[in-house]
């Protein structure tokens, strides 16, 4: 519920853009400065300060337990608000019209608001929970909520008195307020005026990094309140927007709060969504506060919104926002004083909210403190916390920028968020078209018929019934499949299913196995296909009785009636040539070349897999594992290996035929690791002693690729190739490459050319590799250009996986490639599969992406697929969809086990479907849709230029937005950036995704470099692209050394480092410890082991092992990192000042960046300044 | 006619040559006439224990286009110190060395009884002798031990400073690096792809490097050897070594499913083999030795296909123009064959299996390259195994009975122009004045090269007459022919042996006597059979026959006397009496006769008979038959039918078989038990008798011959009755059948009724 809300909430958000030239919300100049806004702060500041101390307190108090969630949210929300909603909400005048809705419906929303807030923050994380309610509000509010509307509007200026309205009221009252008076009220306030949105949302940021974190605490304590207050601050500036806003929270948390009003008025947009069920618990009490609360902390999710409260502060209030401003300020104006300029003076008034914020963040412990004060800290606070500096600091600010980095929307607020409200209770899939929590929360998931989303991540929960919704909203409907996922050891693995000799009991028509949505009619005898509808006789060893609800008997005993994954053992005729497979095989196939000899790899490599043989994947509790292994060297002739038990030697055997390649032996190629266990070893041990005078330089490839499908073919089974290659392969063989590298066509319409590959060879080698079910992992060892596009090219469709290691070194790469490759050997994975996802009638699988090939449009083959693989689907439209049947996905994937048992794993989703765009984009999830669109992106530069690529994905956004922003968020002024609370994240990780290296590449960057991301990202899973776009930036310094935890990370921008901090960033295939000039020595000893900071040496690969607590802790994080994430991270010392920093700060992606990235706040403005034209 | 037994004889032994007339006709057109043409069989390196070679190099007529060596014949001007050519007549300084030659101080080459001479040259670095093994690994797994274990033996009876390489096959080529320490080391080559010389030296990294990046010092020769060591070691320092690894020897590891033959690569393993040599030790004495278990299967060269289904071709499918690979086959062995002679290189193929092996495709390897040729049913006999044992078989000077890379020039008086030879030899196709434009055999060149030749390696070699008849050779003239054979000894050294013969000239109707007294019937009827061989491998079985009938009845024509159209009255001399015989034999032989014989056994045969000497090539057409019995000391007696009584041992020598035969009776008695009574020893000493014969034989014969034990009425008597001339038969038995004997159930005609139609055709005034 809370979750729907906040989208709405989101909407308001629309910013008071004051910075923001382009999206310098003309509104805030002018309607800020408009009579109406302010007379609409004037009105809201007079409900608000009534609200604030006098209802908002008290009412709010007793809503504590909501409260605390609302404070968090209302921080969120403000927070989120500024981002969300953005910057162009600013404006005062929505926010002014919004402030008396908002007081009005602050009421109310106040309740809503709590549910906002606390559905902002929850929302992000669950939305499920109270869905029901917060849709209804939701929906009302905008578009019902005409009835609503009046009432909210009348109410809205009494709202504050009156805040106890219920909580649909109150959700009315939201609604209405957005719509209504709102309208245009309304949503300002949720969004702020964009000038003050600026000024705000960075509050709002500040607060909602500060205040997940605050809240949380906050929501034990009454603390929240004081959040709010904060956020109220900022809001605040907005002069009474804020306030109000403030206020409602307060009053929510703060007994004492009037201002929550003037939350209402913010959030009210915002807060109908939220209006959810929790608030109407929250509302209660303190109904009005609670909403009001609610609305602030909603809007703010969304609409960054903190502006709301500017806006409305900004256009009536201007002035006290300023010197709300000033008192937070200090901080944020630092950044903000481009935005400054821009910024009317309202903005710049905003911002000095803003930059409190700021300094309320950075004192987000002082919420704890901000609560007590809430009512006047708002206000307060930011003077009492920030306010020395900030004060002082803001005006000097103001005139560099316009936007306060913190008053945007931060994504580390929104995972914080996510991570407290939905992390601590398991996600049950029972529910449709629930949202699952963040990539980025540890949650459990309890599988109640719907597949877990470790397995399935949709883009949006809620599926627009037309096709006609869909083309207006332009939000991609995909679902990201990870069908052979790790679970966590709590979570159980799919059940496995015999359905007997028969097979799997399927549909007639579409095939579509047994699943919980199945319908069992005429007692049981028959099913109904919930995807085609036809009716299928029930086999008669299937049969079951059906009891009163029309459930059969043996539900609960039965996985695929119950559960959304399991498995079905396949039968003969799911097996390639009615044969059940061989157990799969492993080859090993090392590049013997003088490079390879020459830095080690090689002898490397033969150590490692005298140990590695052993841990080779089983299946369930078998003995030994199934697969046979294979060795093959090769330069620019390929040698395998004889290693039959029975022989006291191995026998190498020469293939020089490269052209026409061939495998030279088949008994004893493929062997049992433990039968051959001592010709094995005898094996690795000459390898290096062999090659070990080799002049040899040149190599071939594909003739490698063509050995190892040949001997597979040879050996009738489905498996791997490990190949370790070193250079590019230009011996005169198949597949011979030059070098074509070319870094002037980077930005020409031929940089296409540099991810394609140079010879269609590799393509129909793939499609071989794919029909026989060979599998084949790279690990490249470059010193130099090789081609990784090409060379990919059969990796990737054949699901394997690449690694890279550039200017491979033994001392440094070591670990990081053992680690890899251990890694790589001992995963699960399926082999020879294949994959199809069925869908209820209405959509249908159209596109696909990720490691795969596929023959015909709907089937996704891979000759393996492991546990890290996942494919992203995109759905269309066919038809229409109906609310209430929903949307069905089924995924089968067929494949061989590691121990050669065919089986099928199937997935089941439901989703729900709408017809009101506000559900759609209340149910999105911004980390999938990033997801899809990088792949998509990524695919993209394969056919166009980049350029092109580039101006789709933004205007592929900015017209997501601006849809949301024209159908469901409540009408505000064109100026305010009003952004959904699921997607106010949208922008910034758009934005890293424009900045990657693939579609912007930096002057250090290879072609290869380039190649290889792309193919990486291509099969990605959610998480994976969540911390590569966003790298996570932790504070090693802060960390606490006396608990398990991880310090609360950054955000992404130099301005967040401190000197004397030292840094940990990742984004999954790199580490950076990034260390600054003034670091405590102490540190530096505790941490290197050397005196000063100039001793370190950035040469290491690895931390030194000392025994300190701190160094303890610093590796237990890394090694914390490492466990999570699919591939061992290059870990790379940087020092400050140093040259290396240069590589750290292209990973600081909320700046602009030397390449030409834009920085986050400017990139913000420019996509509001998209939306506004496509408004326009 | 003794004296010329006795000069026939003599020659024979001196110089290892028989001609068939020993007295030339003097014109073309007499020669003609003479039906068989002038020809001789020359054994170029006939053992001779009297014959030491000497140590300088032959001198030579300075005539380019002459080259022949000074021999006895030349006329010799001692005081002036020049010798004439006796074949160009170009007068030649002798070379300073020879300063001191006088009347009473010659040099060997001018004496009379050295008309044979070998002299040692000392020229080019010598390399040591190769032997590569190319080994089939499709076997039974019984087989392959054996085969394993006469490889592993045959490693000890190798000079030990000889390289030996080893290749294996089955359906993929193996090529066995002998040089690594520890772990075995082998190139692989797919079965089905044929691949140049170049490809597969580049791909056995036996390609000379890319030298010129090191300017300076040239490594390139201590690299070369190097480089081929890797597949050909000295045997005395990878004995062990190679021991171990035909040891570990594997059966070919490809399943085989049911109904399949296994896939055999033999055309590209030999392809392969001869890449290898040829890249490494071109023009070196080298010998792959082909060891294989069945039919080529896939590949180029394949014989057949994998079905068990479809039947290895036969002499029937042959006929219908059914035999699908065989032309595509035969074509790739000839040029690998080809390639194999050009280099000086010979391939042995010892093929044991009891179903063909694709013989007939790949003889060419064998005959073009003078390697031998060896069948057997399996590698698990003592035939194949002495065979393989004796082809290291010393000479009584303790020297390898073989030897390579020869080229035989013939130089001929003007009066003769040289036709071909037929052997197992290729043309060097050398033009000159002396070759003749019609050709009999491999013509068109006055020399061959001879891969691998022993002591009994014997070519035919035709001439034609070409003095017109109009210009009549003085009375006493003589014709000469020299043969040139430099070769490789096996000791490595370089040698050259010349043979100078002369004849005289004699007119053909004045002393047309002459002509005929000096007809050697024996080499006459080898030299026939040679050719008739020679086309029955191109021509249809029933032409060639024809064609000898025809040459036969008109040398009776010529040379016997009768009147005409009375059969009654027609004789013959003395010097042509068996000839009609031999012929007779001839026709009935395997050589020309395909019934009953698959494709690969006529193979095989014909590559015996077109390379030995007079005596075994005798004993190929007309088997020897001897018999045992207690009338009297052994004896030989008549091929027919007549001869298999009951109460003798019979013993015949077909050259490839052995056959000892009991009589009813003997068998009876054996059954018996009478040789285990005291009182019965003589029966004892006669049954063993026989036994003690064919073990001599047995000892000497190269291949060894398939030695049959049988009696009266055993199936294996059927090698006997088929040889024997069929006198009585179930048709003719009471007519002829007084005498006791054998009958035979045939329709093939007997000797007696051949020579009554030979007769009435000869007299006949009708042809």
Redesign the interface.
Known sequence: MSVNQQAHAGPPYGQPQPGYQGYQQPAYGGQPLPGVPQSQYGAYNGPMPGYQQPVPPQGYFPSLGFPSKGSPVSLNSDTSSLAPNFIGSLRAPPTSGAPPPASGASLPSGHLAYSQFGHGDVQNGIPASAAPMQRPPASQPFLPGSAPTPVSQTSTFQQYGPPPAGVQQLSNHMAGMTLGSATAAAPPPAGLGYGPPTSVPPVSGSFSATASGLYTPYTASQGPPPTSVSQGLPLAQPPFPGQPVSTQRLPAQVPGFAPPPSSTGIGPSSYPPATGAPRPPTMPGPPLPGQTVAGPPASQPNHVSSPPPPSAMSGPHPAPPVSGLHGPPPPTHPPQPGYQMQQNGSFGQVRGPQPNYGGAYPGTPNYGSQPGPPPPPKRLDPDSIPSPQLNELPPQQKPRHRIDPDAIPSPIQVIEDDRSNRGSEPFVTGVRGQVPPLVTTNFLVRDQGNASPRYIRCTSYNIPCTSDMAKQSQVPLAAVIKPLATLPPEETLPYLVDHGESGPVRCNRCKAYMCPFMQFIEGGRRFQCCFCSCVTEVPPHYFQHLDHTGKRVDFYDRPELSLGSYEFLATVDYCKNNKFPSPPAFIFMIDVSYNAVKSGLVRLICEELKSLLDYLPREGNMEESAIRVGFVTYNK?L??YNVKSS???????????VA?M?V?????FLVNVNESRTVIA??LD?IP??FADTRETETVFAPVIQAGLEALKAAECAGKLFIFHTSLPIAEAPGKLKNRDDKKLINTDKEKTLFQPQTSFYNNLAKDCVAQGCCVDLFLFPNQYLDVATLGVVTHQTGGSIYKYAYFQLETDQDRFLNDLRRDVQKEVGFDAVMRVRTSTGIRATDFFGAFYMSNTTDVEMAGLDCDKTITVEFKHDDKLSEDSGALLQCALLYTSCAGQRRLRIHNLSLNCCTQLADLYRNCETDTLINYLAKYAYRGVLSSPVKTVRDALINQCAQILACYRKNCASPSSAGQLILPECMKLLPVYLNCVLKSDVLQPGLEVTTDDRAYIRQLVTSMDVAETNVFFYPRLLPLTKADVDSDSLPAAIRNSEERLSKGDIYLLENGLNIFVWVGVNVQQGLIQNLFGVSSFSQISNALSTLPVLENPFSKKVRSIIDMLQVQRSRYMKLIIVKQEDKLEMLFKHFLVEDKSLSGGASYVDFLCHMHKEIRQLLS | MATYLEFIQQNEERDGVRFSWNVWPSSRLEATRMVVPLACLLTPLKERLDLPPVQYEPVLCSRPTCKAVLNPLCQVDYRAKLWACNFCFQRNQFPPAYAGISEVNQPAELMPQFSTIEYIVQRGPQTPLIFLYVIDTCLEEEDLQALKESLQMSLSLLPADALVGLITFGRMVQVHELSCEGISKSYVFRGTKDLTAKQIQDMLGLSKPAAPIQQGRPLQAPEQPVISSRFLQPVHTIDMNLTDLLGELQRDPWPVTQGKRPLRSTGVALSIAVGLLEGTFPNTGARIMLFTGGPPTQGPGMVVGDELKTPIRSWHDIEKDNARFMKKATKHYETLANRTAANGHCIDIYACALDQTGLLEMKCCANLTGGHMVMGDSFNTSLFKQTFQRVFNKGFNGEFRMAFGASLDVKTSRELKIAGAIGPCVSLNAKGPCVSENELGIGGTSQWKICSLDPSTTLAIYFEVVNQHNAPVPQGGRGAVQFVTQYQHSSTQKRIRVTTIARNWADAQSQLQHIEAAFDQEAAAVLMARLGVYRAESEEGPDVLRWLDRQLIRLCQKFGQYNKDDPNSFRLSESFSLYPQFMFHLRRSPFLQVFNNSPDESSYYRHHFARQDLTQSLIMIQPILYAYSFHGPPEPVLLDSSSILPDRILLMDTFFQIVIYLGETIAQWQKAGYQDMPEYENFKHLLQAPLDDAQEILQTRFPMPRYIHTEHGGSQARFLLSKVNPSQTHNNLYAWGQESGAPILTDDVSLQVFMDHLKKLAVSSAS
């Open positions: 002739v040698h395998f022989l006291a030697q191995p026998q190498m055997m020469v293939v020089s035929d026409d061939f030279p032996l088949l008994d004893g005898s094996l000459q002693e062999m």
